[in-house]
T-cell receptor, first 116, second 114 residues
Framework: NAGVMQNPRHLVRRRGQEARLRCSPMKGHSHVYWYRQLPEEGLKFMVY????????ESGMPKERFSAEFPKEGPSILRIQQVVRGDSAAYFC??????????????FGPGTRLLVL | AQSVTQLDSHVSVSEGTPVLLRCNYS??????LFWYVQHPNKGLQLLLK??????LVKGINGFEAEFKKSETSFHLTKPSAHMSDAAEYFC????????????FGQGTTLQVKP
């Protein structure tokens, strides 16, 4: 059973470009979470999605960031017009259910975004 | 609102000696608590989790943690450190409700000296 897959593993963008990060959850998992890890910090929640629905986006910056989890295909985290402050590691996690504490979130290897 | 505080940003031990990584939590409800480990440039791996069953939780690689409600603590321990334990460790609490959102501590870097 393959784990959570993320691609690309490393992404370099110049200021003003767009970044697209992909996440394929574990087989059988229908809940996806995105977290961001800034240098020397812990992970911060960004958004929680189920298929075709955004459940909680309270951690998403108000502008330039969007996320989707279509019926078919991976979840996408999209950052438009990137700035240097967007440089970070972005982690995706998936679970079978979202009940508090009932299900473990399994993390992917992350995408490390560098904005030049 | 829930939160976790990891009391040490860096811990250094010698190989073969005990490991103690400290974590205090704040929660209005009976929390679900986790420890995750992150090796350099890798993803996060679950070490163990507490979900209101036994207060002493055993995890992988010889790690265990004890939930102490009176002290609001969930410290991670291992009797004997191995070189491969050198990594970043995160104490995590799951937010109440149905979001499943995880709230991370700042992390503790464990250094293991030969």
């Amino acid at each position: 059973n393959a784990g959570v897959m993320q691609n690309p593993r490393h992404l370099v963008r110049r200021r003003g470009q767009e970044a697209r990060l992909r996440c394929s959850p574990m087989k059988g998992h229908s809940h996806v979470y995105w977290y961001r890890q800034l240098p020397e910090e812990g992970l911060k929640f960004m958004v929680y999605l189920q298929k075709e629905n955004i459940i909680d986006e309270s951690g998403m910056p108000k502008e330039r960031f969007s996320a989707e989890f279509p019926k078919e295909g991976p979840s996408i985290l999209r950052i438009q017009q990137v700035v240097r402050g967007d440089s970070a590691a972005y982690f995706c996690a998936s679970s079978q259910l979202a009940r508090q504490g009932a299900e473990t979130q399994y993390f992917g290897p992350g995408t490390r975004l560098l904005v030049l | 609102a829930q939160s976790v505080t990891q009391l040490d940003s860096h811990v250094s031990v010698s190989e073969g000696t005990p490991v103690l990584l400290r974590c205090n939590y704040s929660s209005s409800y009976s929390p679900s608590l986790f420890w995750y480990v992150q090796h350099p440039n890798k993803g996060l791996q679950l070490l163990l989790k507490y979900t209101s069953a036994a207060t002493l939780v055993k995890g992988i690689n010889g790690f265990e943690a004890e939930f102490k409600k009176s002290e609001t603590s969930f410290h991670l321990t291992k009797p004997s450190a191995h070189m491969s334990d050198a990594a970043e460790y995160f104490c995590v609490v799951s937010e109440t409700g149905n979001t499943g959102k995880l709230i991370f501590g700042q992390g503790t870097t464990l250094q293991v000296k030969p």
